[in-house]
């Protein structure tokens, strides 16, 4: 469209989060799994809400909240993603844009209203997440703008989008006009059910198509069919350009070809919320990742985005990303 | 309507919050006076919205908020305020109804939409708020349910409610009828310029028909016409059963006829967003007041609660305040 160049787009599910405090009691009752995301139905979602405490509406999404981390730190950056033209799409656009991050992709007219995503967070800070898709669903090919993607270095996709159908299809699409333009495509795995719902899907589309993949522990675990995180860093070394496993409080591991850097992560006086964690891990490390710096520096940039939206409610950062990052990385 | 009893019921305008941060210098472009409350239509919301950082949306309104902190301290609260059955009215009703506090005001089917407040929080954690009325101005005088009054020992008025015509009208018959019913009524100012908006309005009521006044000092110099506190407060004493007025760190001064206390405020690590601190030091008097606790306690419980809410965004509690209030006023 225009003759802008993006550090990055993303592409993802377009969300508005409503985050809720729970005990560990309501997850019990409400069977669900804690630190996971859950799919759930219109109507499920309703009735979920109706129990939940109050709550706070906050743009969400994973790729999103990367691509708003990714801006915060001075990177351009792009998203794709389909909201329905009612309230809650309009509250996601206006929330998106205000990051600095361009968001052309047309709302859905009819059919399902934007997708949200109630999150439950108990004491400890693990949030626990629900979402209706909604208009998520009508992404498709036709809505992945080939010409964002060739002016982007890196084209940034959520594993989530192998949820809804049609969003399959874009993200092979995404991928082959971004390499086909000698671009460069990252994965992140998104949660360990995502992966075991697609294990197959994931790993022929990683073999051959992906460049950078980011995964936490359990999802390493779970795409590489392992039983402990070592075997499952064994298993992915050598297998991309670059894979970086996030292990909370533990830091991450960054592995390429032949050589391995370990990441400690920023100490943070209270997590308040671990919403958004991966998502800004990744927002840091791309950010530094597209100016060139080197692969360690690149890990310390997303620890210390991932340890400011831990210690806030939301997956937005709140503080300002860019200055943290001067004074912790001089 | 049913055999409840309450301590209070809060009368006020149902908003839904709209917080971002925002710089010094945006305030100044737009005109806007720090720390003041303006009305907007409908037009300049969209603008202003437009123009706004990223945003989350919580409910607020200030009778609201104090309702949802009384019931936070275990008080029996109720509310009503008018809502649109739209989306952000369902955001409303589940989250006054998920803090423990009856509302069973039914939502306008037609009309504006619910009303939303956009509030900008400086870097010094003050905030300025610019309000769309929109469904709240249909509030009227046949949504004042007077058994729910009847069975409340405060009827809680927010000033705000003189700036919905019709909602003055339901205001005096709530007095009334609360008053007919040997109940207390109690005023918050709500805000230095709705006074001077509505002076000799607030005057002429405050003069027979209140009991309990809460006001800033802002509030109160605007209400008495003085030129400082000192003026203020001599002009206030002996008026009513009871005034606080609420000085920010300074604390707050509880007079009432033939006496007058200071209260310390509570100090707090870091101020990241004053919203609601007036709506939840109500919250704490009235929870004090509503057992029987001497007035010092009540504005101690005021002053406690009012720490919390100040100490993150939004004007809605997140801290276990009941436990809070255990362990500071054992």
């Given amino acids: 469209m225009s003759a802008k160049s993006y550090d990055v787009c993303g592409i993802g599910d377009a969300i508005v989060d409503v985050l809720a405090q729970a005990k560990e009691t309501f997850l019990a009752e409400q069977n669900l799994a804690k630190g996971t995301m859950s799919l759930i139905d219109g109507h499920r979602a309703e009735e979920l809400y109706r129990l939940m405490e109050p709550g706070r509406e906050v743009s969400g999404g994973s790729a999103a909240n990367s691509m708003a981390g990714l801006a915060a730190l001075e990177g351009r950056a792009a998203f794709i993603g389909k909201v329905r033209n009612d309230r809650l799409g309009g509250i996601f656009a206006h929330d998106i844009r205000a990051a600095g991050v361009d968001f052309t992709t047309p709302p859905a007219e009819s059919g399902p209203p934007t997708a949200r995503c109630l999150i439950l967070v108990t004491p400890d800070g693990e949030r626990t997440m629900n979402t209706f898709l909604g208009a998520c ?20 996709l959520e594993g989530y989008l192998f949820d809804p159908p049609a ?26 059910f995502c992966v075991e719902r697609h294990r197959a899907d994931f790993r022929s ?13 359990a999802e390493a675990i779970a795409l590489t069919g392992t039983g402990d995180l070592a075997s499952a860093l064994a298993t992915l070394e050598g297998k991309l350009d670059i894979t970086v496993v996030t292990r909370s409080a533990e830091g991450a591991v960054i592995l390429v070809r032949g050589a391995r850097h370990e990441v400690a992560a920023f100490p943070v006086p209270r997590v308040v919320d671990t919403t958004g964690a991966g998502d800004l891990f990744a927002a840091g490390f791309l950010a530094g990742y597209t100016r060139g710096k080197p692969l360690p520096d690149c890990g310390r940039l997303g620890a210390l985005a991932a340890s400011e939206i831990i210690s ?7 503080a300002d990303l860019t200055a943290l990052a001067r004074r912790a990385l001089p």
Same sequence: chains 1, 2.
């Fill in 137 to 156: 669903t009508g992404l498709g090919p036709e809505d992945v703008d080939g010409e964002t993607l060739q002016a982007s270095k890196v084209t940034y």
């Fill in 167 to 192: 969003a399959k299809e874009a993200f092979h699409k995404a991928a082959e006009l971004a390499h086909a333009a000698g671009r460069k495509v990252a994965l992140t795995l998104s949660d360990p």
């Fill in 205 to 217: 589309l990683i073999e051959g198509h992906i460049d950078l993949l980011f995964a936490n522990e």
């Fill in 312 to 318: 806030h409610f939301g997956a937005r950062p709140e």
